[in-house]
């Protein structure tokens, strides 16, 4: 593709004027030999601010509860704009499965365990973390909500009464509101504003995306960080953290797929427009592929872990057959050893990946989200390491993939592609430094206030 070129305005400009703007415009179109005099040029960007402006100062603390791992990571901003963990700790998982917790003490010392980690090398004590939401049967639905504004100026007022009907349309017995992410907003016909406060209108419509989870399950989630002396200073959804790891700003805007393979789980994030559009959760990850290895082989789990990440793969190749292994039988009193072919693990691990990737492909077409779940699929999380899986989910998914590790991200646990295990936990630290500013996700569920003359305030302030 041509070059895109900035054309010297008429009157002849100096020569060093036009070499600054060949280099900070862009013209609309492709330039054309002899046709750079019918070129409209777009005028240079506006200057922005330093990336590292928007994020929050100081040390702040994340922790990641995972099936296979937890891990806890305390990290800054850097003037850069970057984010750099000054100390991490993870831990192999203990009384969780599929994200929830299912033996309170054993989970309890693994979470102090990798959070001890965290804070010796970073020579701080946490107090409160940013937590991932897996569990609880996380559940995504968008809502629609109208508020008669009646001509006047739009106020705050105003977006709290909307995202309080959303949140109180959203919720339901035994459910609790985690994420209230507004889409859009209509003011009378204009569409697609951001923030419609100063915005005069008679009617006031939004697109809410509401995130909610099992109460009781939050509830004990909290009771056990309370254990572990540590309170939650916010839950974020996993798909919305993996996201903003490994997409970036455009990736978002045009529309991505994250989808993340964890170890009981499959996670997924459909973004689209800069925002988080739908989430979906299957219960199928990394430690199925294990199990299966370890049942049909007769040999122990951490054998069958070995066997899955050093020589499994999604697909076969042709010297599959060729390359001889040998693993550690369980069982025997005495240790035996049996041989078997690469191709036979693969031949275990193949089914397996193949139904996630097709269970994955049955929640994109049911999501109804069209335009945006047709963008390119960015798959993250441990299992997308396996050998091959790159290929087979361009073939069930018939979409662009390709392999998303954290962006900006120094200090982790593992370097790239290693990394990708990490994104969940890098995107909860992008989250607590800042990054939630970039989707308005708000709470208004206090209770109202008490008392005749708090009610009359907040009566005359929603109303006049």
């Known amino acids: 593709m041509n070059d895109l070129i900035v054309l010297p305005q008429e009157g002849g400009p100096p020569a060093r004027r036009r070499l600054r703007n060949r280099l900070t415009g862009r013209a609309l179109v492709p330039a054309e030999p002899g046709r750079e005099d019918h070129i409209l040029a777009l005028p240079p960007p506006r200057s922005q601010a330093a990336p590292g402006r928007q994020w929050r100062s100081g040390l702040h603390g994340v922790l990641d509860i995972g099936s296979t791992k937890i891990t806890c990571l305390v990290g800054r901003a850097d003037p850069d704009g970057t984010m750099r963990v000054v100390g991490h700790g993870w831990q192999r998982s203990d009384g969780i499965r599929c994200g929830a917790i299912t033996d309170i003490a054993r989970a309890e010392a ?258 109804g989200l069209s335009r945006a779940a047709t963008g390119n699929v960015v798959l993250t999380g441990g299992g997308s390491l396996l050998e091959g899986v790159g290929q087979m989910a361009s073939r069930i998914l018939d979409r662009p993939i390709r392999l998303g590790t954290p962006r900006g991200i120094t200090g982790l646990p593992e370097t790239a592609p290693a990394s990708a295990g990490f994104a969940t936990t890098a995107g909860l630290l992008s989250w607590a430094l800042g990054s939630d500013r970039l989707f308005n996700d708000m709470d208004f569920s206090q209770p109202p206030p008490s008392g005749i003359l708090g009610r009359l305030v907040n009566f005359l302030r929603e109303r006049v």
């Not at 937590?131 to 007022?157: Q, T, Y």
């Not at 190749?317 to 009193?333: F, K, Q, R, T, Y």
């Open 110 to 367: 693994a979470i102090r365990a990798a959070v001890g980690q965290a804070e010796e090398a970073a020579e701080k004590s946490l107090t409160d973390v940013v937590v991932n939401l897996s569990s609880g049967g996380p559940d995504s639905r968008l809502f629609k909500v109208r508020w008669p504004v009646g001509g006047r100026e739009v106020n705050d007022a105003d977006i709290r009464r909307v995202v309080t009907d959303g949140q109180m349309r959203a919720r339901s017995e035994g459910r609790h509101v985690v994420h209230t992410l507004p889409l859009a907003y209509n003011v009378d016909e204009t569409t697609g504003v951001l923030d419609p406060r100063g915005h005069m209108c008679d009617q006031l419509h939004a697109r809410l995306h509401v995130i909610d989870a099992a109460s009781t399950t939050l509830q004990t989630l909290e009771s056990l960080l309370s254990r572990a002396e540590l309170r939650i200073r916010a839950l974020v959804s996993a798909p919305l953290a993996s996201g903003l790891a490994v997409l970036d700003e455009e990736e978002r805007e045009l529309g991505a797929t994250v989808i993340e393979m964890g170890g009981d789980t499959t996670s997924i994030g459909i973004f689209g427009e800069g925002q988080l559009l739908h989430t979906a959760q299957i219960n199928v990850g990394g430690r199925h592929i294990t199990r299966d290895i370890a049942r049909l082989l007769s040999t122990s789990q951490d054998t069958a872990e070995r066997l899955k990440t050093v020589y499994g793969a999604a697909d076969f190749s042709s010297d599959d057959n060729n390359e001889v292994l040998s693993m550690e039988l369980i069982g025997d009193e005495a240790m035996s050893l049996a041989r078997i072919s690469r191709s036979r693990v693969i031949e275990i691990i193949h089914p397996r990946i193949e139904e996630t990737l097709e269970l994955v492909r049955d929640r994109l077409d049911a999501s």
